[in-house]
């Protein structure tokens, strides 16, 4: 069964607003999936998404309140089947933690968008809601996209 492990830098934001995405299209999709998100920091360990993100995939009919942010380990290299970074920092990052027994494929989010490969997901963070909705449209897109693929292996 696939696994997807989204991660970005404090994984209060970005990452669970691309797992609950993710979520919610794999369950439109009938499609049997894990899904996570973690951070490459561990500010934000044990905390709920940041409200603006929550309210957010509330508008949009998905609920990640009951997600909280943890930090990105080794052994999720071998957890997961996939890891994806929301940008290129993250990226980097996670590169630089890769075990010599990782299983997991790394690859930005936006990489499984047409036409917006190699770009990062927009960070809210230091704006307002409307970034948030700019990050969600972005997720999405990258969820419906990503979804897609595994459904076709």
């Given at each position: 069964?696939?696994?997807?492990?989204?991660?970005?830098?404090?994984?209060?934001?970005?990452?669970?607003?691309?797992?609950?995405?993710?979520?919610?299209?794999?369950d439109r999709l009938r499609l049997d999936l894990i899904v996570d998100s973690a951070g490459?920091?561990?500010?934000?360990?044990?905390?709920?998404?940041?409200?603006?993100?929550?309210?957010?995939?509330?508008?949009?009919?998905?609920?990640?309140?009951?997600?909280?942010?943890?930090?990105?380990?080794?052994?999720?290299?071998?957890?997961?089947?996939?890891?994806?970074?929301?940008?290129?920092?993250?990226?980097?990052?996670?590169?630089?933690?890769?075990?010599?027994?990782?299983?997991?494929?790394?690859?930005?989010?936006?990489?499984?968008?047409?036409?917006?490969?190699?770009?990062?997901?927009?960070?809210?963070?230091?704006?307002?809601?409307?970034?948030?909705?700019?990050?969600?449209?972005?997720?999405a897109a990258a969820a419906r996209g990503l979804a897609a693929k595994l459904r076709a292996?």
């Amino acid at each position: 069964m696939p696994s997807i492990l989204f991660v970005c830098l404090g994984n209060i934001c970005r990452s669970p607003l691309a797992e609950g995405a993710l979520r919610a299209e794999a369950d439109r999709l009938r499609l049997d999936l894990i899904v996570d998100s973690a951070g490459t920091g561990n500010w934000h360990a044990g905390e709920a998404p940041d409200e603006r993100a929550q309210r957010t995939a509330l508008r949009h009919g998905v609920d990640i309140s009951a997600l909280r942010a943890r930090q990105v380990t080794r052994a999720d290299f071998r957890r997961f089947t996939h890891i994806i970074a929301l940008d290129h920092e993250n990226l980097a990052n996670l590169r630089k933690l890769v075990p010599a027994d990782a299983t997991a494929e790394l690859s930005l989010l936006l990489d499984h968008v047409p036409d917006r490969e190699g770009q990062a997901v927009t960070d809210p963070w230091f704006g307002d809601e409307a970034g948030f909705e700019i990050t969600w449209d972005e997720v999405a897109a990258a969820a419906r996209g990503l979804a897609a693929k595994l459904r076709a292996r």
